[in-house]
């Protein structure tokens, strides 16, 4: 049975990686594209740490210099005092014991101390941490705490959290279409880096999408979790087939120069005579319908290759076209297939043109020309 690589998918029209830099404000980020949708959108600040919307702040962190086990003595060095984010202190008392490990030590002090964890560091240190996060996060072991010489914790000393990166937002510009708007990620606070460089992911419109250009529809090769590419077979290989051999341009295959069609050429014209237009169309997609229908035959026949009944091009019996209602420079060719196995199977490809004015013909564009001037000597 044969196959080919799949290269027809719908896009998703997102954009992966843009590089930004911030405005002279320090305080936005503009994206190239309009953003569809606010859940889409993912930062990542310098390449490397992705970026929240609540930004990216540090917790308060405090640790002993000296490591376990440790000799905790009752009534004798067995007392801490800890104040989180300037609340009122917190006096515990630890469970006593001889050479006490400095996680079972940890494992007290989070069970005791309300609003931080405590846990062991690589070199076997006590080391607290707040759960809150920036500027606001504060941890201090205070006078009081007999065990502060035994853990080699510095007394009164204030470890606050820092902010890296403030909150950010989506907000829409003014300045810009109402139906498309740019939309500018805005910071809370300017960026205290100068040099800082951002990376966004983001899905953005379909008319303003770079992969597919509008249509809908990108062609790549995509692979799967294990690792192999995607390919097509039975109906599926017949429709990408009749796509590659409809929109390719007729003779820009140096070797065979019989493949494809002058759709797209026949497409760019004035649109004047629309019946005139299918006519030549419809001519043109049945000559190219029969010569792949021949290749078909010669694969199965002389090549001895299997081709199924649902692979297999019996009968081309629609073909019309159809501009889009929002966009006029978007035209969509729909099609009706039939395989060898009785089975219709319709077929629609979307083509933008880079000019409007290339759609609408020689009459309107004269109008529009002629309306121009006089508005620009009234």
């Known amino acids: 049975m044969s196959f080919d690589r799949k290269i027809d998918h719908v896009c998703s029209h997102e954009v992966i990686e843009e590089a930004l830099f911030p405005n002279p404000d320090r305080v936005t980020l503009r994206p190239l594209r309009p953003i569809a949708s606010s859940n889409s959108v993912r930062v990542r600040v310098n390449g490397e740490a992705m970026l929240p919307m609540t930004g990216l702040q540090t917790t308060a962190i405090g640790k002993g210099a000296l490591p376990g086990p440790y000799n905790i003595r009752a009534g004798v060095n ?6 989180i984010d300037s609340g009122p202190d917190q006096t515990v008392t630890l469970p006593a014991g001889r050479s006490v490990s400095a996680r079972q030590l940890s494992q007290s002090l989070t069970t005791l101390v309300s609003g931080a964890v405590f846990q062991v560091t690589r070199k076997n240190q006590i080391q607290g941490q707040t759960f809150t996060r920036g500027k606001s996060a504060r941890l201090m072991f205070k006078t009081g705490s007999t065990v502060a010489s035994t853990l080699g914790l510095t007394l009164n000393r204030a470890y606050r959290g820092q902010q890296v990166y403030p909150r950010w937002s989506l907000i829409n510009d003014p300045n810009t279409l109402s139906d498309r708007p740019t939309r500018l990620i805005v910071f809370d606070e300017p960026l205290d880096g100068t040099n800082d460089f951002f990376e966004i992911n983001y899905t953005t419109l379909r008319q303003e999408c ?7 529809i990108e062609n790549d090769w995509r692979y799967n979790l294990q690792g192999d590419v995607t390919v097509v077979r039975n109906a599926e290989l017949l429709i990408q087939e009749i796509l590659k ?5 007729k003779g820009s295959n140096p070797f065979h120069v019989w493949y494809g069609t002058n759709l797209i050429e026949m497409i760019g014209k004035k649109l004047s005579d629309q019946s005139l237009i299918q006519n030549l169309i419809m001519s043109d997609l049945q000559d190219a319908f029969s010569r792949w229908q021949s290749v078909k035959k010669q694969q199965e026949e002389t090549v001895g290759q299997f081709v199924s009944d649902e692979e297999y091009p019996f009968r081309l019996l629609v073909v019309n076209l159809e501009t889009d209602a929002n966009d006029p420079t978007i035209i969509y060719v729909n099609g009706v297939i039939q395989n060898r196995s009785n089975q219709p199977i319709q077929v629609t490809r979307g083509l933008k043109l880079p000019v409007p004015l290339d759609i609408l013909g020689s009459t309107v ?11 620009s000597l009234g």
């Open 210 to 216: 770079r992969r597919c250009g509008g249509v809908g």
């Open 78 to 83: 067995d007392t801490l005092v800890v104040s």
């Open 365 to 375: 564009q004269q109008s529009l020309l002629q309306e121009n001037k006089k508005k």
């Open 245 to 249: 051999v409809s929109y390719t341009g």
